[in-house]
């Protein structure tokens, strides 16, 4: 697919099927993850991927007990989507790593979206830091989860501000 048109159709998708994806499908996503620009070329992003059913549960009961009704939502797609990747990074300079590791997410879901994957960027995510450190046995910070799967739901293009609204000329 053209990339303009990726881009296009890209959506948070917050309803999956229970079709599951492919190992290869989740290592292709994450081939083009890792093509993004870091600073310094640090390439500080981890990515741990959670298929495993048990797992994903129990990261959405965590997380429901955080839970007001806007999260539960999340925690359903945490639920239902075949693959979790927990995305981590080495911090050495927090806000370039963190701009690095963001413009590795958007890899991920603009390739999601070419195959046909769906894809939600998941910031709530972070109420949990710690106990998925915890769980995962690591020190890494926690930027965001991205969930990953096929849906029968492609939902409407959300509305964006215009270039005027959010644009100035010098
Ligand atoms: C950093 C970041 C964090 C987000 N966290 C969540 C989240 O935790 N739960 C959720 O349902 N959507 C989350 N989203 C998705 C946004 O709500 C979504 O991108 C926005 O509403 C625009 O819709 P679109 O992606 O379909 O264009 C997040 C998006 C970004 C970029």
Not at 65 to 92: E, F, H, P, Q, W
């Amino acid at each position: 697919m053209e990339l303009s048109k990726v881009m296009e159709e890209r959506r948070s998708v917050r309803h999956f099927n229970d079709k599951v994806l492919d190992r290869s499908i989740i290592e292709d996503i994450l081939g083009f993850a890792i093509l993004a620009p870091s600073a310094h070329n640090r390439q500080p992003w981890h990515f741990v991927v959670v298929r495993d059913s048990l797992k994903k549960e129990d990261i959405a009961l965590m997380l429901a007990d955080y839970g007001d009704a806007s999260i539960m939502t999340t925690c359903n797609v945490i639920r239902d989507c075949s693959a979790l990747v927990l995305v981590l990074a080495d911090i050495t300079e927090e806000v370039m790593d963190v701009q690095s590791v963001g413009a590795c997410i958007e890899n991920m879901v603009l390739r999601a979206r070419d195959l046909d994957v769906a894809s939600l960027w998941i910031g709530y995510i972070l109420k949990i830091e710690k106990e998925l450190q915890r769980e995962f046995s690591t020190e890494k910070k926690l930027i965001a989860a991205v969930a990953l799967g096929y849906t029968d739901h492609y939902p409407s293009k959300r509305p964006r501000k215009t270039i005027e609204e959010v644009t100035e000329w010098w």
